[in-house]
């Protein structure tokens, strides 16, 4: 599989597992040294804030869908792939939240590609890197 290809099959894999409330699955894409930048009140996130934060979506049933819009390919190598797109979330109220996002995912010893760093994009960010917000 090309770069492109690994990052739509993790994307596809994040949403798939959120929308059947697969916590061990979707946490199987997060890598336990996972560093999220960019959210408000927050320097960074880490596994297990993230972790925390998945079980509580899927006990309350907060979130009820998930897509992604990869926008592009900003690096690659055999064990890295950085890419930019644009994270589509609808909440149990019917709200669409939209994160612009970089990602970087790595190959991991058991050679499975996890999400080890994201970024939520400035407006300037998200405007340089060609993604645009529907909502």
Not at 7 to 28: F, Q, S, V
Not at 41 to 58: A, H, M, P, R
Not at 69 to 92: G, Q, V
């Amino acid at each position: 599989m090309n770069a492109g290809e690994i990052a739509e099959a993790w994307a596809l894999a994040c949403c798939e597992t959120l929308e059947r409330h697969d916590l061990n699955g979707h946490m199987n894409l997060i890598s336990r040294q996972v560093q999220v930048f960019g959210l408000a009140d927050l320097d960074v996130v880490d596994y297990n804030f993230w972790l925390k934060q998945v079980q509580e979506q899927f006990a309350g049933g907060l979130v009820t869908s998930l897509s992604y819009y990869l926008n592009s390919i900003k690096a690659e190598s055999d064990s890295l792939i950085k890419f930019t797109t644009m994270e589509y979330l609808t909440d149990n109220a019917g709200e669409k939240h939209e994160n612009p996002l970089l990602v970087v995912l790595a190959k991991e010893e058991d050679g499975v590609w996890r999400a080890i760093e994201e970024k939520i994009l400035d407006k300037e960010e998200m405007q340089a890197a060609g993604l645009i917000k529907l909502h």
